[in-house]
């Protein structure tokens, strides 16, 4: 059967660890710009890579250079995104996925009128894509919203947010009309694993994190699901998408309490997508709110928002799966994508000590078609690796294209039993800052940017081996992998 004519191929970017100019044209400081490369801290230990107080938060601010905070140097994508196109085009990509950073639109969040210079960034980015028949993929909130709602309002813990991020979405609608495909938030339900990023809720300021972080979620799906009315709304014909973290996760043995510890673990996992896609809260996460002494404030009207304005389709990423056990002291821990589970012996693992189970991408794609019975869209796939970077500037990625070639015949065969499939965006497509640590030496790319971990380096673009295996890919429509 194949993949559809019109299937989507390309790469997915986020703004906050792509653009830089963290300080240019107005853009206001995020909550990605408090992130601090740690080359003292294992690169497994992922709480510790993200934790944050409101100490390190006024230490960050303090600090008017990008010395220690990579992502505000990120690659320099706001000057090079049309270099950048270009390479993206000349493997033929379909789609790019990238984010637009809301402080750079309002800078402070809760402005009454948006600046100008950051719409006028953002068209440019826009017309580029559209003149190389690239079709943007566009995520309004992926991990940098302004630092100054997460300092006046404990982020989104405070239903004020709602109100600002709704005014934002439709300042976007309204500029770039022309974009068909929108994400709301990206894995969205990561809030309860690292809340600063993905919510900007501060550990410390919150009386009672947990009660936080669930009210925050539940804040964003109603922000998510007006943002979705007004899209629908504004742009005719446009889709909009949920954006889950597919972090799937098998019993470690065929013991039933470790049957049901990964059962239940995947299906908190499915909680935000259930709720975005079917319209209402699942009566068992309800019931966990209620063992848990979690009262959500949520009125009627809310309730009928998110019940009347679903998504058009599932998006996700997925890198890898994780075990879960009744009893985790005899189960090796390893860490993940924001999460850390008990480690597969049957697979092999990264540097990073993500697993590598391109089986788990065909699982997770049955898994969530059946459920949704929704058009899906992998949003984000790849494998953080050390390039070497050879003297005549050649890059030699044998490892990325086997790791590609793997989860695509995976994808390939969830289609051919059934699956919709709307398109596939790796991530990332080029190198650039590390959502977890910071680092440029955890490389993903089809193209290798020279810089190093403390920012140093020409910053010039070469292409890799996988460069061209994508290119064939694309242009063989994944007949050829």
């Known amino acids: ?92 990509f379909k789609t790019l996925r990238f984010s637009i950073a809301w402080s750079r639109l309002f800078p402070q969040g809760d402005e009454v009128t948006p600046n100008q210079a950051g719409i006028e960034h953002y068209k440019k980015v826009i017309k580029a894509l559209k ?34 991020f709704v005014k934002f979405s439709k300042v976007c609608f309204e500029s770039f009309n ?41 804040n964003q799906f109603v922000a998510s699901a007006m943002a979705t009315k007004l899209c629908h709304e504004i742009i005719p014909g446009s889709q909009v998408g949920c954006m889950l973290t597919k972090l799937t996760t098998y019993p470690a043995t065929a013991k039933p309490e470790d049957v049901l510890a990964s059962l239940n673990i995947n299906l908190m996992n499915y909680y935000c997508a259930d709720v975005q896609s079917k319209g209402k809260y699942p009566k068992l996460v309800l019931q966990f709110f209620k063992k848990n002494n979690i009262e959500l404030a949520m009125t009627d009207d809310e309730l009928t928002i998110i019940h009347d304005n679903t998504v058009d389709f599932i998006s996700f990423s997925y890198y890898m799966s994780l075990l879960a056990a009744g009893d985790e002291s005899g189960l090796e821990m390893t860490s993940g994508n924001t999460i850390v589970g008990g480690k597969n012996p049957y697979l092999q693992s990264t540097e990073w000590g993500w697993t590598v189970d391109p089986t788990g991408l065909r699982i997770s794609l049955v898994e969530l078609y059946d ?71 955890k490389r993903y790319g089809f193209i290798y940017v020279d810089l190093d971990d403390e920012g140093n380096g020409s910053g010039k673009r070469y292409i890799k081996d996988s460069f061209n295996w994508y290119k064939n890919v694309i242009a063989t429509n994944g007949a050829d992998l």
């Open 1 to 92: 059967m194949g993949f559809r004519k019109d299937f989507l191929w390309g790469g997915a970017i986020a703004a906050n660890q792509y653009e830089g100019a963290w300080n240019v044209d107005n853009r206001g400081l995020s909550v990605s710009d408090i992130a601090r490369y740690q080359p003292n801290v294992d690169v497994k230990d992922y709480k510790k890579q993200v934790a944050v107080n409101t100490e390190t938060i006024q230490q960050a601010i303090g600090d008017e250079t990008d010395t220690h905070y990579p992502k505000r140097r990120g690659i320099d994508g706001y000057h090079y995104y049309k270099e950048d196109i270009e390479l993206f085009a000349k493997m033929g």
């Open 131 to 164: 003149a190389h028949n690239i079709e943007p993929l566009v995520t309004l909130s992926h991990y940098e919203m302004p630092l100054n709602l997460s300092l006046k309002y404990n982020g989104w813990a405070s239903k004020q947010v709602i109100d600002d």
């Open 178 to 218: 022309d974009v068909k495909y929108w994400l709301t938030f990206n894995e969205i339900d990561s809030v309860t694993r690292h809340p600063f990023t993905s919510a900007g809720i501060i550990p410390d300021k919150s009386k009672n994190l947990e009660q936080d972080e669930y009210q925050a979620l539940h």
């Open 371 to 441: 459920r949704y019975e929704k058009p899906l869209f992998i949003v984000e796939n790849g494998m953080g690796s050390r390039d070497i970077l050879e003297p005549n500037h050649q890059i030699h990625d044998q490892y990325r294209i086997d790791y590609f070639r793997a989860h695509l015949s995976e994808m390939k065969k969830a289609v051919d039993s059934g699956v919709d499939l709307l398109g596939y965006t790796s991530w990332a497509p080029i190198d650039l800052v590390s959502a977890s640590t910071s680092q440029m030496s």
